[in-house]
């Protein structure tokens, strides 16, 4: 499969009514999604499907706090909005959380995961298990 074909079918899964209502069952913001919230839920569910070709990344601002949470695969990084190189994948997360040029990447270790539940980016292993069968039915 390729990168296109792969972001297309996973940002039709994830828009999908009953895939969006796996949120309401987690501690979630109002209104949030798989970038806005449930990032990490996504990016564990993304990692468990590829096995150990996937690694999970952060996006780290300034100030070295977790903002983001993603899937590498290879050369090409992984969240809601599908597979792009890195230099996309940062341009694209400049833009989403509009900040500087000073986001980067950094392996998630579970300092950084201790920091990412911290700044209130939420991870409930239930409801990634959920994703990531429906995700082995699309893919």
């Given at each position: 499969?390729?990168?296109?074909e792969f972001t297309r079918k996973l940002r039709k899964l994830i828009n999908r009514n009953d895939v969006i209502a796996?949120?309401?069952?987690?501690d979630f913001a109002p209104g949030g999604d798989w970038g806005a919230g449930?990032?990490?839920i996504l990016a564990a569910a993304l990692k468990s499907l590829?096995?150990?070709?996937g690694h999970l990344w952060a996006v780290l601002d300034a100030?070295?706090?977790p903002q983001?949470?993603?899937?590498?695969h290879g050369n090409l990084y992984l969240d809601y909005?599908?597979?792009?190189?890195?230099?996309?994948f940062l341009r694209d997360v400049r833009d989403d959380l509009m900040v500087p040029s000073t986001v980067r990447l950094?392996?998630?270790t579970r300092k950084l995961q201790s920091q990412a539940a911290e700044a209130g980016i939420p991870y409930d292993p239930k409801i990634a298990r959920k994703l990531v069968a429906l995700m082995r039915a699309e893919f």
């Open positions: 499969m390729t990168p296109a796996l949120l309401d069952q987690g449930g990032c990490w590829l096995g150990s070709k100030r070295d706090i983001h949470v993603a899937v590498k909005r599908g597979a792009r190189t890195r230099e996309k950094a392996p998630f």
